[in-house]
């Protein structure tokens, strides 16, 4: 039989044991926001479809999915988009954002139909103010722009929620832009 004291130290260890799994758990579902900044459960919409034709008018509509000067010419050429976009060492980019249409939403923005859309625009994302003030002040994502950011996303729009270093190799910045405009496409008639 235990003693009263052998049985109060059994009730505390199993308290702090519980209390150490609660900590655990809450610093796991934390470390998303406080190392990417993401934001994973969110319903807003930040555009609705009148002010989104409202920030489009007056800009010339150009087809960037159209442009074939960004598809690769070989499977090679394929294999290195995608291991740019989806490995650690290249863009980073898969473990946040989701590309095509019915991919899960993820800790960031998808990038489905990216090119052609103004910056901080999208469905389940609360973005941060600096890129709502660039979505005032008429950001729109294009190749150029896109690789503009992914060279350096704090520089290039200061207090974005982007917290992942820019990627300095401009090779591996096309393969990048390359395989968006491939995976990312809107699938004609939406």
């Known amino acids: 039989m235990f003693s009263l004291d052998m049985r109060k130290y059994v009730n505390n260890a ?56 960004y598809l690769p010419k070989s499977s090679e050429e394929i294999q290195k988009e995608i291991d740019a976009f989806e490995t650690w060492e290249g863009g980073k980019c898969r473990f946040c954002h989701a590309v095509k249409k019915d991919d899960r939403d993820r800790m960031a923005p998808t990038l489905y139909g990216i090119f052609g859309r103004p910056a901080g625009v999208g469905n389940n994302y609360t973005y941060s103010d ?53 995976e990312s496409k809107p699938i004609k008639g939406e």
């Open 14 to 69: 199993r308290g702090m044991h519980w209390l150490f799994i609660v900590l655990i758990i809450g610093i796991a579902f934390y470390l998303p926001f406080l190392i990417f900044g993401a934001f994973p459960y969110n319903t807003k919409t930040n555009t609705n479809p009148v002010e989104m034709e409202k920030l489009l008018d007056g800009i010339e509509a150009v087809d960037f999915y159209a442009m074939n000067q």
């Open 130 to 182: 600096a890129l709502i003030n660039m979505k005032g002040n008429g950001l729109i994502w294009t190749p150029e722009t896109l690789d503009a950011f992914i060279l350096n996303p704090s520089n290039y729009i200061p207090g974005n929620r982007m917290r992942v270093e820019g990627i300095e190799d401009p090779e591996i910045r096309k393969l990048i832009v390359n395989y968006l405009m491939r």
